[in-house]
């Protein structure tokens, strides 16, 4: 029916803050046309395509931000080579009474 997903989210910071909830519906294409001419807004179509569009992006951003960390961890921690795990392994040693 209308634009969804960064699609959607790029025609609304296109339109600004400024614009009304009417014009983002327009713009965006959540209406249909009555027999007589005139507009119906598709407000439950566009407000879940909206909330679906913004729950993407935030699932996006986390992962992204998931991934700097871990590559941040493994900058500064790398993980062990197998040989010095091993190493460090042969070099425990157990005692039991």
């Known amino acids: 029916m209308g634009l969804e997903g960064q699609e959607l989210l790029a025609k609304l910071d ?3 803050a400024s614009a ?3 014009e983002q ?3 965006s294409g959540y209406f249909t046309l009555r027999k007589d001419g005139t507009k119906r807004l598709a407000q439950s179509q566009f407000y ?3 909330m ?3 729950s993407a992006k935030t ?3 986390r992962a992204s ?3 700097q960390e871990e590559n941040n961890i493994q900058q ?3 993980p062990e080579s197998s040989e010095e795990a091993n190493a460090s392994t042969d070099e425990v040693k157990v005692s039991v009474y």
Request: net charge negative.
């Open 25 to 27: 519906m327009l713009a």
């Open 14 to 16: 296109e339109l600004g």
């Open 76 to 78: 500064t921690h790398p």
């Open 20 to 22: 009304t909830k009417e």
């Open 59 to 61: 699932r996006l951003e």
């Open 48 to 50: 879940i395509a909206l």
């Open 65 to 67: 931000t998931a991934n």
């Open 52 to 54: 679906d569009a913004r």
